[in-house]
């Protein structure tokens, strides 16, 4: 039986899973964000070819708990911050909000990532139980005042 604690936090988490930049290829952000959902998580996706400014404005106007970025392109170094500083323009932080990045991402440029706000980032073969088991965890300890 599920701990009725924990699906209770599950049902009020938002998470906003979007593709910045011209990648085209989505089948891992969808996968991730259906696996949220399935988890008990209001998804919002955005779609691909999103800007930095869509992105920020959309976890704005939809209060989300948790950004979720996949970019298979290697352009990760370049939106991912711009994304963060985007959303700090709105009140967006890593203090209030989960920024996760996933996608082809070396491990060095997810160390610098997480040195630009980003708690956590995940590559190819990431089980989404442990995404979602990851998101749980961490956005009770945002300061959401």
């Known amino acids: 039986m599920p ?23 989505d089948r891992g952000a969808k996968i991730v964000a259906r696996a949220l959902r399935d988890a008990g998580m209001e998804v919002i996706y955005t779609g691909i070819r999103q800007t930095p400014d869509m992105i920020a404005e959309a976890a704005l106007q ?39 990045g996933g996608g082809i991402i070396p491990p060095d440029d997810a160390a610098m990532l997480q040195g630009v706000g980003f708690s956590a980032v995940f590559g190819p073969g990431a089980h989404t139980g ?12 945002l300061d959401r005042s």
Not at 6 to 25: F, N, Q, S, T, Y
């Open 62 to 100: 939809e209060d989300v708990h948790v950004i979720a970025l996949s970019v298979l392109s290697g352009a990760h170094l370049e939106l991912f911050p711009r994304i963060v500083d985007a959303c700090r323009e709105r009140g967006i932080t890593p203090q209030n909000t989960l920024f996760l």
């Open 3 to 25: 701990d009725t604690d924990a699906a209770a936090v599950a049902e009020k988490i938002r998470v906003l899973v979007a593709k910045p930049g011209l990648d085209g290829h």
């Open 130 to 141: 442990d995404i979602a088991a990851y998101v749980r965890e961490h956005v009770p300890a």
